[in-house]
C-alpha cells in the first residue's frame, strides 16, 4: 500500500506541474487527442495507478492495483458539504458552451482538492464573520466610552490620555512612594502634579466642576505627616496617609491599582490612585454665573441652584463679584476643606440690582417715551394709544416716568408718565385743544456684555 500511495502522490504532482497540457512520461497527464496522445490513457491514469479501464473502461477505478479489482466498491466515501457550502450549479449551459466537449469526468484528486478548497473558504467565512462581530462590538463599546464625560479607560495611561493636560507620568514601583508624591504635591500647591498620579477616568457628578488652579491661591495647605502601607495584594494597594490643616490632624486611605502606561515607547506598569483627594463646597448663587474660590473663577447656576465645586484639602476664600450693576449679599466667605468624607461646606450668595443698575434701565425707559413724540416713532406699539395717530399736530411729553413701580434683575414696571398731543385743524374744528394720557411702561431686563438692557417693551 505504501508504493500505491506513493504512485497516487507522483501523479498529483504530475497532474499540476507546469507541464500539465503537454505530453509527458507515458504520453502525458490525460493522454493525446485532447493533450497529446489518446484521451484519457498514458501513465497517469494508465495500467499501474487506476487499472486499465482508469477512465476509459466501463467501471470506474476498475482493473488497477491500486483499489483492486473492484475499486469502486472499496472507494472511501467522500465527506458531506453542509447545505451552504456546497458547490453552485455550473453555468456552463446558460453560457453556451458545449458540455460535450469538455472531459467525462474530472479527475478524483482534483475532486478532493476543489471540495477540501471550498472547507477551507467555508471555515474562514465563519472565522472572519467571528472577527467582524468582536470588532463591532469593541468599535460600539470605544464610541460608547469617548462619548461619556470623564469615561476614560484607567488602564491606558499613556500620552493619548494625558495629551491635553501636558501631564508627565511618573513611573513608580512602590504605592507607598505614589501617595507620597501624590500628598506632597497637593501641600505644595502641584495641582497639575499632584493630577499625574491619578487615574483620569475618575468620575465627578454630572455638571459638577473642578477648580484645579484654586490650589495655588489657598490661603492654607496641609501638611505630610506620614505614609503608611496597609495592604497590598496582586495588582491593588491600601495606603494610609495622615495630614493635617492649619493644626488640624485627620486620616485618608488611598485605594491605588497597577496599571499599564506608555513609557519612551515602551508598555510598563506604574502605581495609579483610583479617586482624587478632592472634597465639595455646595455653592448657590442667586442671579450670579461665577465665584471664585482663591483667584480661581468657577461657572455656577445663575438660577439659585446648588452646585458642588470639589477642591483640594485647604483653607480657601469664596467671594461673589457681580460687576457695576448688582449688589451681593453674603461677602467674602472662608471655608475649610479636608477628606472626602467630611461634611461639605456651604456658601449662599444673593445678587440684587443696584441704583447703577435702576439708573440704567430708568434711562432707556425715558429714550423710549421720547420716541414716541416723533414721527414715526410715534405709531410703535410700544407707544401709548393716544400718539398712534396720523392727524396730529403736536406730541409732548408732559412728564416721563421718573421711577419704577417694581423692578427686578430681569423685569421692570415704571412708574406714571404722561404725553399730551394736538389733533390736526380742520374746518369743523379749526383750533383743536391738548388732551393728554396717563401712562406706564413695562418690559423685560437682559444683561449683554454686563450692560442691562430692556426688550419688549410696551405701554398701559
Known sequence: MGQQKDARVVNNRDWNSSNQYSPGDGSGSHGGDQHGGDPHSGSSHGVASHGVASHGGQEVYGGGDYYGQDGAQHMPPLPQLPQEAQPEQSDAAFLGFDEAAQPEDTPPEDTKKRRGIIWVVAILAVLLLGAGGAWLVFFNNATEAADTVFNFDSQQRGPAATESSGIEIPLVDNPSETVRE???????????????????????????????????????????????????????????????LEGEQFEHVFALNLVNTDADGKTTKTWSISEPLVSAISVSATGLETVSIGE????????????????????????????????????????????????????????????????????????????????????????????????????????????????????????????????????????????????????????????PEISNVHSY
Not at 466642576?209 to 484654586?214: G, M, V
Not at 449662599?348 to 414715526?376: G, I, K, M, W, Y
Not at 404725553?419 to 383743536?432: A, H, L, R
Open 182 to 244: 501624590y500628598v506632597t504635591a497637593i501641600a505644595e500647591g502641584d495641582a497639575s502634579g499632584a493630577g499625574a498620579y491619578v487615574d483620569p477616568g475618575a468620575p465627578l457628578a454630572s455638571g459638577d466642576a473642578l477648580s484645579i488652579a484654586a490650589l495655588e491661591s489657598a490661603q492654607s495647605r496641609i501638611s505630610v505627616l506620614s505614609v503608611e502601607l496597609i495592604e497590598e495584594q496582586g495588582g491593588s494597594a491600601n495606603v494610609l496617609a495622615t495630614l493635617s
Open 296 to 451: 480661581q473663577e468657577v461657572g455656577i447656576d445663575p438660577n439659585g441652584g446648588s452646585q458642588l465645586v470639589y477642591v483640594y484639602p485647604g483653607v480657601y476664600s469664596v467671594t461673589a463679584n457681580a460687576g457695576e450693576y448688582f449688589s451681593v449679599s453674603g461677602g467674602n466667605q472662608k471655608v475649610s476643606v479636608t477628606t472626602p468624607d467630611s461634611t461639605s461646606a456651604t456658601v449662599h450668595f444673593s445678587a440684587a440690582p443696584n441704583a447703577a443698575f435702576e439708573q440704567a434701565v430708568l434711562s432707556q425707559v425715558q429714550d423710549r417715551v421720547s420716541l414716541c413724540t416723533e414721527v414715526p416713532g410715534n405709531m410703535d406699539e410700544e407707544c401709548p394709544s393716544i400718539t398712534r395717530n396720523t392727524q396730529l399736530e403736536e406730541l409732548t411729553v408732559m412728564q416721563s416716568p421718573a421711577g419704577f413701580d417694581s423692578i427686578s434683575a430681569t423685569s421692570f414696571v415704571s412708574s406714571r408718565g404722561e404725553i399730551g398731543v394736538v389733533d390736526t385743524p380742520t374746518s369743523g374744528n379749526p383750533k383743536p385743544s391738548q388732551r393728554t394720557s396717563l401712562f406706564n411702561v413695562y418690559g423685560d431686563i437682559s444683561i449683554v456684555n454686563g450692560y
